[in-house]
């Protein structure tokens, strides 16, 4: 088991890495004696409900099973979660446990965040996505038919727990999807895990666990850095939303499904690159290095067809516009990516015209 | 116009309080550059919705008119408020301005809170139960059905604006029922004001500004002190709840209507003062002061006939029990409260039996 911290004074928490760590009793030491209600969804119960129910043994708990799927990231499921709690007479002491992926636990870490004005909270994620990304960092919320994540709250959970045996039963599709954030920490901030990466891509999709372990450990680092330096992305935590704006807008464009979260990254990483290529900023050579790797690793690198005007209105309803400026995370280099508001927009068109179904 | 401030370190903001506020421009010097978002309902908007724009001129600003009524504090209304947010593209620079009771205070604050993860907003309060308790303290939220504020967030609005000509328009009885908050404040920390208010309970019934004016500033800095010493509720702020879990019982069994939230409160703060007389705490003569002036400011001492076994049920899914403890505002004196799950169970027992209408 690796152990890291996210460094954030009183509201620091472990991150625990490793395999078998579900039913070793992890979860109930967190609860800091109060009761549990576990979030899950439908499909994870089956797989793993019962080894968390060995983690929770000796522990007052119960559980709400939700739908699966980003369809579902509404506050309508909230209401679900709002009256199990309800319902089970849980106090301000109650500990929400999100057992799933990334659905299950930005919208249960938003009923943690609101439940009585605020309850603790555990990550406890079972996808790749999830313990590289959304179960780090505090941002919880679910969506708005018209724009991702627009509804939340910054609340950072007690503790993460990384069980990274239950990566052997994620669809590959899936994994391939969790990968997407892998690759946008190289590409952000860490050139030497961008070559580890590299290497071991083949190792990654067969998920041989040594390399699965080491990939899961290094994104959290870095992202449990980022997070530590600027919590509530006033600045330099933005960067972690690289492709995410372009990515976004596919998520919103095609509803929320057909598109996982991670393969809506990935197109938008490549569209970042080209951009940032387009722009004089990137070489090419280190564009078609980003865009080669999210190939190797079954990834999309480029969006489906969407009108060009349309392109653009749902990339000025992102929470990354400020003040009416659009500001996107571009690339200097592999390892270096800054968030900007100073662009050529000539760029941008370009970058969606190449891409843009007739209007 | 009387200044207060709410001193939270990097959170504190001002509170202005007095006649001819609207229209002076204090709402535009607080939007902080951003565009605003007025949230208001349609008994309000009539009213003062067009002195408030003159506050906002020069401003970049548009509205939204809520239904009126404790019926419509739900996550349902927050959608109309998070669609208008959508729909105007208001990003993280936005600014909702809050006009009226505690019901759009504490709905526009929650969403202002969750909206992108947070923006900013203001208190424009105009009902005096509003001035002188909801809007301060950053307590925002949303009921349940099966219980208040159930559904919320900590979040510190950037100014309170509490214009005190919006009083003149209020129906008597919520002006009785804001009342029932004043009285609070001296019940729990300020003999000296509970004082003030016997000499001026008529004085207040009939509108004198100068004694409204006066009674606003005092519970306003009688609440910011509070809020100082204990902004989430960790111990000494749960004095502001004296008569709420006995009030929050009434409102939730009559389905938050028929009864206004501070006639409920009033309710009690009289259970709670026999309740503490009943323990030996309170002696009987200042009980009895307690009982006198809610009476003469029209307020009911007494809840509707609610089953035994009810009134029991629903004190226990209100938010002040804790590990499973029931911890109650009791009085020691006027001016003296304290926080407390150490009490006989049978003064409450005999309290609630004494209204209670047959099981």
Not at 163 to 185: H, I, M, N, Q
Not at 228 to 251: C, K, P, Q, V, W
Not at 264 to 283: E, K, P
Request: net charge neutral; aromatic share 6%; proline share 4%.
């Amino acid at each position: 088991m690796r152990t890291l911290q996210v460094a954030l004074g009183e509201r620091s928490y472990p991150i625990y890495i490793g395999p078998g760590l579900l039913g070793r009793g992890l979860i109930g030491e967190h609860l800091a004696g109060g009761r549990a209600l576990l979030v899950t969804n439908e499909t994870v119960a089956p797989l793993y409900q019962a080894r968390a129910a060995a983690g929770l043994a000796g522990c007052d708990w119960r559980a709400v099973v939700l739908p699966d799927g980003e369809a579902y990231k509404t506050l309508e499921t909230c209401q679900r979660v709002y009256d199990a709690l309800i319902e089970g007479q849980f106090d301000r002491t109650a500990t929400v446990v999100a057992l799933g992926g990334g659905v299950v636990g930005d919208l249960a870490g938003f009923c943690a965040a609101t439940y009585q004005r605020g309850v603790g909270y555990l990550q406890v994620p079972t996808t790749l996505l999830a313990q590289v990304d959304s179960a780090v960092g505090g941002k919880t919320g679910v969506n708005h038919p018209q724009g991702k994540n627009m509804i939340g709250a910054f609340h950072q959970p007690r503790a993460v727990i990384a069980d990274t045996d239950t990566l052997a039963t994620l669809p590959e599709r899936e994994l391939s999807a969790g990968l997407a954030e892998v690759v946008k920490y190289g590409l952000i901030r860490d050139a030497a895990f961008f070559d580890w990466l590299e290497a071991h891509a083949e190792a990654l999709l067969r998920r041989d666990p040594a390399a699965l372990t080491h990939a899961v450990a290094e994104s959290c680092r870095n992202k449990a850095e980022v997070v530590a330096a600027d919590e509530r992305e006033a600045g330099s935590r933005a960067l972690l939303n690289l492709g995410h704006t372009f990515g976004h807008a596919i998520e919103t464009h095609t509803g929320y499904s057909g598109w996982l979260h991670g393969e809506a990254v990935a197109a938008g990483i490549a569209m970042a690159a080209r951009m940032s290529t387009a722009l004089g900023w990137l070489d090419e050579r280190d564009r078609a290095r980003t865009e080669a790797l999210l190939q190797r690793l079954r990834l999309p690198t480029a969006p489906p067809p969407i009108p060009l005007a349309r392109y653009r209105a749902l990339m000025r309803v992102d929470k990354k516009v400020q003040g009416g400026r659009l500001r996107l995370v571009l690339l200097r280099g592999i390892g270096e990516a800054v968030v900007t508001a100073e662009f050529d927009e000539a760029a941008l068109e370009r970058t969606l015209r190449e891409h843009a179904a007739a209007d």
